[in-house]
């Protein structure tokens, strides 16, 4: 098969590898999309020091079931399916535990379908876990911004802020269920402007930069909730625990690693895609070639103006 290798940052190579066995329990999906994710971008520019190269990554996989091993019940060969990987993606097939691949109804398009960053974005909300009628401001309006923004919408909070410093996104925003959408330099105004100078009920980072993690601070009420929800990777972030403390946040934060938590959220996410509560269409905005992958990294690294999510596609 062929699979894209990250072999040093800023370059993948294109390698002929076996295609992966099934064992007992497991499945192998035939990839359909993968999409590009932004903790893989911070590897692509290496960010990390600490990481080795060369790296088989790629974990946003949705496709069709080739092949199911021995006490496999959930999927069947030919069911199209969004899975949960841990790498090794970039490639035309993939094998999981079958009970990281989650049944994908006809009529959602694979590259609608991205389970984990869906997951993370559902979950996210649940850990926020909002009342109804709370206000929110997203500090961050990318992939999984927007997708978080459409689950707090449906799980009936109040007015929605929005903050990015890019005019497409936040349009975008608007469109998607936002109440409002301000560029980062006016934010703190605008946000103490609408709350009578409270702050919101729930404040979520979710840019994983230092700054978007100052300003968000800085917009929400006393004990009320801050979730970093940002992937936080390369230099060691800071805080202004005086401030922190003594506003009394409840601090969340909005990532998980049990894998049933992941794929609970995929099926939650799933879910609200076929009841028509999450609009992925206008999300997914670029399309590459397993061939063209640099090209697709180079773009989610760049992220001008109306781009939003980059997808690797193998089935045209």
Known sequence: ???????????????????????????????????????????????????????????????????????????????????????????????????????????????????????????????????????????????????????????????????????????????????????????QAFVMDVTDGAGVDVGVEAAGIQATLDLTSQLVRQEGVLEVFGFHQGAPRQVDWGWWNWRAFRIVNGHTRNPDVYVEGIRLGLGMIERGDLDMGPLVTHRYALGQINDGFQAASAKEEGFIKGVIAFDP
Request: glycine content about 12%.
């Open 1 to 187: 098969m062929n699979a894209a290798i990250l072999e040093c940052p800023g370059r993948f190579t294109l390698e002929d590898r076996p295609v992966p066995d099934v064992g007992p329990g497991e499945v192998r999906v035939r990839a359909a999309v993968c999409g590009v994710c932004t903790s893989e971008v911070d590897m692509f520019e290496g960010r990390n020091p600490t990481l080795e190269y060369p790296r088989f990554i790629g974990h946003e996989v949705s496709g069709v079931v080739d092949a199911v091993g021995p006490r496999v019940s959930n999927v069947k060969e030919g069911d199209r399916v969004a899975v949960y990987a841990e790498g090794e993606g970039y490639a035309e097939y993939v094998t999981v535990p079958a009970s990281w691949a989650v049944p994908l109804a006809d009529g959602v398009p694979f590259e609608h379908a991205l389970g984990e960053p869906i997951a993370c974005s559902v979950n996210g909300v649940r850990k926020a876990d909002p009342e109804i009628g709370d206000s929110v401001c997203l500090v961050g309006c990318g992939f999984m911004g927007l997708i978080m923004l459409q689950a707090f919408r449906a799980r009936g909070v109040g007015d929605i802020v929005v903050v990015d410093p890019r005019t497409s996104a936040r349009e975008l925003a608007l469109r998607l269920g936002a109440d409002h959408a301000v560029e980062p330099d006016d934010a």
